[in-house]
């Protein structure tokens, strides 16, 4: 018995200092994961600029969450979910779900515009442009496809550019045909719709101009004062609203249209801020921008900033005040 005693003894401290090993190991590696969550629109050009941060950056893993934007916030507020970085399709969705409590600031960074989205052999493809493409949308063999208000910006970014085409067009029944019009076909995010568009499930779905791009997918451009592109028509785009679902159950928030301006920033207890600012840094660099504009995404650097003081100071050369 004596003899197997610090057998046992030794046996039991290598185990223990192998469970120490592997429990440092996995600390070392969770210390390099940077956690994204992001608008679904964003998915293309931030996988080619996570792996090239990657490159830049060796031992550093990116792992990009892709879902709508008020669903991304609400995994942050509602879910708790551990996050360094946060980037909307809307940046009022971080002003509102986010700021003060979960962020500090939101720096505004790209734009995009609002498109009828189809392929080849969708119905009608051949005759639709942008004075007829309503009532090709309405025609009940054709099907069509769009986002949850609720849960993406893109969603509720429909909503009111048919009710944006009441006014342009002079029909007040546009936006009521199309919106009560197979609601079947809604989907959480707006590239959850990719697939139902390549399958020919559906004829057109309304999205984001840039998405169609990065999927080489046909489109069709609708005039200023319907897309949410042009600043110029801030005013018109302000005349539309939607109600979406609020912060708790059963309240409201009312969105004004307005022109698409996506926003990001790094949340307060973001468990790899260097990480993240330098990821945030390398997104707003010039070698960010060029991948976002190659997808169809403009620049809106240096943006205007409302929390100036609050913004890492790496950052704020993006930025104006």
């Known amino acids: ?43 293309v050009p931030f996988k080619a600029i996570a792996e090239a941060f990657e490159k830049e950056n060796p031992g550093t893993e990116v792992m990009l969450e892709p879902a709508g934007s008020r669903k991304c916030a609400r995994k942050i507020t509602d879910l708790k979910r551990e996050c360094d970085i946060m980037a909307s399709a809307d940046y009022t969705v971080i002003d509102e779900q986010l700021i003060p409590d979960y962020a500090d600031w939101n720096i505004k960074f790209v734009s995009n515009e609002m498109a009828i989205v189809y392929t080849e052999k969708s ?35 429909a909503v009111l550019t048919t009710r944006l085409a009441d006014i342009y067009y002079h029909d007040s029944t546009i936006s009521q045909i199309l919106l009560q019009k197979d609601n079947n076909f809604i989907r959480p995010k707006e590239t959850d719709l990719l697939a139902l568009l390549e399958s020919n499930t559906l004829d057109y779905i ?45 309240e409201f928030i009312t969105k004004k249209g307005e022109p698409m301006v996506y926003g990001i920033t790094i949340l307060k207890n973001a468990p790899h801020k260097e990480i993240a600012v ?11 921008m060029s991948i976002l504009e190659a997808n169809g995404q403009p ?23």
């Open 299 to 321: 620049s809106m650097i240096p943006a205007q900033v409302a929390n100036y003081e609050k913004i890492p100071q790496e950052l704020r050369i993006y930025t104006t005040h």
């Open 206 to 250: 309304f999205l984001y101009r840039s998405v169609a791009q990065q999927h080489h997918l046909k489109y069709l451009l609708l005039p200023d004062e319907i897309n949410l592109k042009n600043t110029a028509f801030t005013e018109l785009y302000h005349t539309v609203n939607v109600q979406i679902s609020g912060k708790k159950p059963g």
């Open 1 to 43: 018995m004596k003899t197997r005693i610090p057998v046992l003894i030794l046996s039991l401290s290598f185990l223990i200092f192998i469970a120490c090993q592997n429990n440092q190991k996995s600390d070392n590696e969770s210390a390099k994961q940077l956690i994204i969550f992001h608008a679904g629109s964003l998915s």
């Open 123 to 157: 119905k009608y493809s051949a005759e639709i442009n942008r004075n007829n493409w309503y009532k090709i949308l309405a025609k009940k063999d054709v099907f069509i496809g769009r986002s949850d208000p609720n849960s993406d910006p893109c969603g509720y970014r």
């Open 278 to 288: 330098k990821f945030v840094d390398f997104v707003l660099s010039k070698k960010g």
